[in-house]
């Protein structure tokens, strides 16, 4: 891993470090969702505009899809640390549910060939 990579769990800790030295404090869980939302909204908007249908307007110029990307990613590791979630191991066993459980569904899914 090179310097410009961060771990699941040294996310986890930059972002708890950065809420408790420099945001005061973390939002309430209720205002956290909300925001994530919000930034969905906002990705989803850069996304339908870059590639859907929809033109992009003047005061969607300056948008940063990886920055929205990266909102989102805030907000979900502020929820995760508030409520007692480790990313990574809740990760992990999520790539194994799903590994096990759609070993064959893709595979032999005719709308994916």
Same mark, same amino acid.
Do not use: G
């Given at each position: 891993m090179n310097s410009n990579e961060v771990t699941l769990p040294e996310a986890q800790q930059m972002v708890d470090h950065w809420i408790k030295t420099i945001g005061v404090r973390y939002f309430s +869980? *209720? &205002?956290? *969702?909300?925001i994530l939302t919000e930034e969905v909204g906002e990705l #989803?908007?850069?996304?339908a505009r870059t590639y859907g249908d929809q033109s992009f307007k003047k005061s969607d110029e300056g948008k940063d899809m990886a920055d929205e990307m990266a909102d989102v990613l805030w907000v979900l590791i502020c929820l995760a640390n508030q409520t007692g979630v480790? *990313?990574? +191991? #809740?990760? *992990? %066993?999520n790539i194994e %549910? %799903? &590994?096990?459980r759609d070993k064959d569904r893709h595979q032999n899914n005719e709308k994916l060939k």
């Open positions: +869980e *209720l &205002t956290n *969702l909300a #989803a908007r850069i996304m480790d *990313l990574n +191991e #809740a990760f *992990l %066993k %549910k %799903k &590994t096990s």
